[in-house]
């Protein structure tokens, strides 16, 4: 009973292909993608999934995900999205971005497509910071935060506040489901997988554009080892971006009530 167990614990989800991630030791952007591929394959999703990485830590994402996947230019994935989805309406297209790519390059074109009210998911993976190019400053590295290119810490005076990205999606009329998980413990991991699942039925059901932002560990360029990320993550990050139902449309509201 224990082997059968522990098989099913690791066993790899049939959404990811036999490739082993470039990504570092601890960082969590792996445990996003096996949610992702989780709930794609519960909901029988694989073969009817389109996603879209831009340029980041996620830019070999085609590799790993066992379903079609593009590349995006810098920022661009929304509008690559968006232009799938009203190709092929009955896809399910999804984003997946970091900060640096979506609340910097990518702010006009996230904006942009949340306004619209397109019908696709975006996942926006926040670990503050720059993480493929070196760790330098993001729009949501934290007051003080010290990153290569703000050695001294991120100086809110002169180089202003972090943008709470969620909250700003959630002012948009276009969009329908904003919310914020975090990826640094069980129980919020559990949530986490809740929330996509919810996330991609309001896209098959055509109830609006849904955004998921993932509190994530960059354990190389915040210089800590994995077990010291995610407890700097539960410190320091969730103060600054609580986690928290943002915006939920009734038509959604009702849809999680029914099931």
């Given at each position: 009973?224990?082997?059968?167990?522990?098989?099913?614990?690791?066993?790899?989800?049939?959404?990811?292909?036999?490739?082993?991630?470039?990504?570092?030791?601890g960082c969590t952007h792996g445990v996003a993608h096996r949610l992702i591929a989780e709930v794609l394959e519960e909901?029988?999703?694989?073969?009817?999934?389109?996603?879209?990485?831009p340029v980041g830590c996620s830019v070999f994402a085609y590799n790993y995900f066992d379903f079609d996947f593009v590349e995006a230019?810098?920022?661009?994935?929304?509008a690559m999205a968006t232009g799938i989805k009203r190709t092929l309406p009955n896809k399910t297209v999804?984003?997946?971005?970091?900060?640096?790519?979506?609340a910097s390059m990518g702010m006009g074109e996230i904006v942009a497509a949340a306004a619209r009210g397109e019908q696709i998911t975006v996942f926006f993976i926040n670990n503050t910071n720059y993480g493929?190019?070196?760790?330098?400053?993001?729009?949501?590295?934290?007051?003080?935060?010290?990153?290569?290119?703000?050695?001294?810490g991120r100086d809110v005076e002169t180089q202003g506040y972090p943008i709470r990205t969620a909250e700003l999606i959630s002012?948009?009329?276009g969009a329908s489901y904003v919310v914020r998980r975090s990826l640094h413990?069980?129980?919020?991991?559990?949530?986490?997988?809740?929330?996509i699942r919810t996330a991609f039925e309001v896209q098959k059901r055509g109830l609006g554009f849904s955004f998921i932002e993932l509190l994530s560990t960059c354990p190389t360029n915040w210089g800590l080892t994995p077990v010291k990320a995610r407890e700097w993550l539960?410190?320091?990050?969730?103060?600054?971006?609580?986690?928290?139902?943002?915006?939920?449309?009734?038509?959604?509201?009702?849809m999680v009530k029914g099931g």
């Open positions: 009973m224990l082997d059968t167990e522990v098989k099913l614990i690791y066993e790899r989800p049939h959404g990811f292909t036999d490739v082993t991630t470039h990504y570092c030791p909901m029988g999703e694989l073969d009817n999934t389109i996603g879209v990485a230019a810098h920022g661009r994935a929304p999804f984003t997946y971005q970091g900060d640096g790519d979506l493929m190019t070196g760790g330098q400053m993001a729009p949501t590295t934290l007051p003080g935060q010290k990153t290569s290119s703000s050695p001294l002012s948009l009329d413990d069980a129980r919020n991991i559990r949530n986490a997988k809740k929330a539960k410190e320091y990050m969730i103060p600054q971006y609580p986690i928290a139902d943002f915006k939920v449309s009734s038509a959604i509201e009702e």
